[in-house]
């Protein structure tokens, strides 16, 4: 090989050294800028499976999946039942936000009237999972997260939530694996719950359990004040309707 081709071949070898040198400086001053609390890997099947992008400052609205730091009463029982880890954030979509009514009905989970979603009963190990029944319209400052998915642990179990819990929109970057078809985002059904009521909240309520006090969420869900004799059905149907 000729002197000049020899010179030539390292002149391109050290831009290539100095290309390389000079995107690890760019990507380790830009990981600098990044906070890692802004990234969040789902483990749990209620959404896609993956790494989530949180966006801290932007907008809330009905259908957004959030990030969601549960409270500590929450956490203990995620992690004794082994859903997931104490420190762990979970991946919800907002369902209810100030002024919306959200009622538990037996095992029903209605929104402003429609039905939404059903609650289970028992964990696949056979655990008694939290459970709350009656209804309220969510104040300030608070929220109801619930998931396409029948088995997500959310809002059907824990009642509302405090808004200021919510980390921020979480955006997919990469996810992997599928959710069956019935369980695919439809965030209409979900999201909102503003669909024709069916009947009634008289009527809705006549198969309703009395409201019943839920330690795990952020308000009791307690007839107020409460009739002598306790807050049975009808009570609480009529008192609803006033």
Not at 67 to 93: C, M, N, T, Y
Not at 168 to 191: F, H, L, N
Not at 192 to 202: K, V
Request: one cysteine or more; charged letters at 20%; glycine letters at 10%.
């Amino acid at each position: 090989m000729a002197a000049g081709s020899w010179e030539r071949g390292c002149v391109m070898t050290r831009r290539d050294a100095l290309l390389v040198m000079g995107c690890g400086l760019s990507l380790m001053l830009a990981a600098s800028f990044i906070d890692r609390s802004d990234f969040v890997w789902n483990r749990t099947e209620s959404v896609a499976k993956g790494l989530y992008f949180v966006d801290r400052s932007a907008p809330l609205s009905k259908g957004d999946l959030v990030a969601f730091e549960p409270s500590d009463e929450v956490r203990r029982w995620l992690d004794q039942e082994g859903i997931v880890g104490s420190d762990w954030p979970l991946l919800k979509h907002v369902a209810g936000l100030e002024g919306d009514e959200i009622c538990r009905c037996g095992t029903g989970i209605l929104i402003n009237g429609s039905h939404v979603a059903d609650a289970l009963e028992t964990t696949r190990s056979g655990s008694t999972l939290p459970a709350w029944q009656g209804c309220r319209t969510l104040q300030a400052g608070q929220v109801f997260l619930l998931n396409d998915h029948p088995r997500s642990v959310d809002g059907r179990y824990f009642g509302a939530q405090l808004r200021a819990r919510i980390l921020g929109i979480a955006s997919p970057i990469w996810t992997y694996g599928k959710r069956p078809a019935e369980y695919q985002a439809d965030d209409k059904a979900v999201g909102s719950g503003s669909g024709q009521a069916s009947g009634s909240r008289r009527a809705r309520l006549r198969e309703c359990h009395p409201a019943t006090l839920n330690p795990l969420s952020a308000h009791p869900f307690l007839c107020d004040p409460a009739p002598q004799g306790g807050c049975t059905d009808l009570q609480s149907a009529a008192r609803l309707e006033q």
